[in-house]
């Protein structure tokens, strides 16, 4: 079946410490995204890409970086800088053309150790 | 800029129908969706509804638009306890890509 794989589901971080979230798709789609959820907050844009070797800032993209050289993968490095990163980290996908809906991955939660 | 804003709790007895709430703030949205996410687990897409629809129904669930208005409302007949989860409200706008802005999630808990 196709969709979105993330993980590590679990990850715990220990202080000045860089780590990486996976995210796989088997979908086909064009343009994937980042975000992080915190309680009450809703969902928070970190990065988007619509394709292969390019990638945007979203909303709150400070401490964080991206990378996509496959059109199935983008993972999502937080890294030192980011001093609140304890949240729950979504990785979605879309079709090509204007307003496909975002399929979801199960997402990570990070913690700090 | 986009604002999506939705209540933060609902409960019902299992069997009623459920309505969940949103509005929206950007009238340039094309499209309204709505996700259902369960405990430790990522948004699942339940419906969507283009803009220039009024109402949309499948299965359990319907979904309604006052664009004049700008809200929208999810009807889940005969709600089991499986329903139970956040149910977020989102709207996208033409964009240099798929904006999404997402309303902060709904509640619903179901009681036996």
């Known amino acids: 079946d196709g969709g979105i794989t993330q993980s590590p589901k679990y990850l715990f971080r220990k202080e000045g410490q860089n780590v990486t979230l996976s995210c796989e798709q088997n979908l086909n789609h064009d343009a994937m995204y980042w975000y992080r959820q915190d309680p009450g907050q809703g969902l928070r844009l970190i990065y988007y890409?619509?394709?292969?070797?390019?990638?945007q800032k979203g909303d709150i993209a400070e401490g964080y970086s991206v990378s996509r050289e496959k059109k199935e993968s983008f993972p999502l490095t937080v890294t030192s800088a980011q001093k609140n990163p304890t949240a729950f980290y979504l990785c979605?996908?879309?079709?090509?053309?204007?307003?496909?809906?975002?399929?979801f991955g199960d997402g990570t939660r990070l913690s700090i150790l | 800029g986009e604002d999506v804003e939705q209540s933060l709790f609902l409960s019902v007895r299992e069997g009623d129908s459920s309505v969940i709430n949103c509005t929206y703030t950007d009238s340039s949205s094309t499209y309204l969706y709505w996700y259902k996410q369960e405990p430790g687990a990522g948004l699942q897409l339940l419906t969507y509804i283009f803009s220039n629809m009024d109402m949309k129904q499948d299965q359990r669930l319907t979904v309604l638009l006052n664009k004049k208005d700008k809200h929208l409302s999810l009807r889940i007949a005969d709600t089991q306890t499986g329903d139970s989860a956040i149910y977020f409200c989102a709207e996208s706008n033409p964009g240099g890509y798929q904006k999404v802005t997402f309303g902060i999630g709904t509640k619903l808990q179901v009681i036996p």
């Open positions: 890409s619509q394709i292969v070797n390019d990638f």
């Open positions: 979605a996908s879309s079709a090509p053309g204007g307003n496909q809906p975002q399929h």
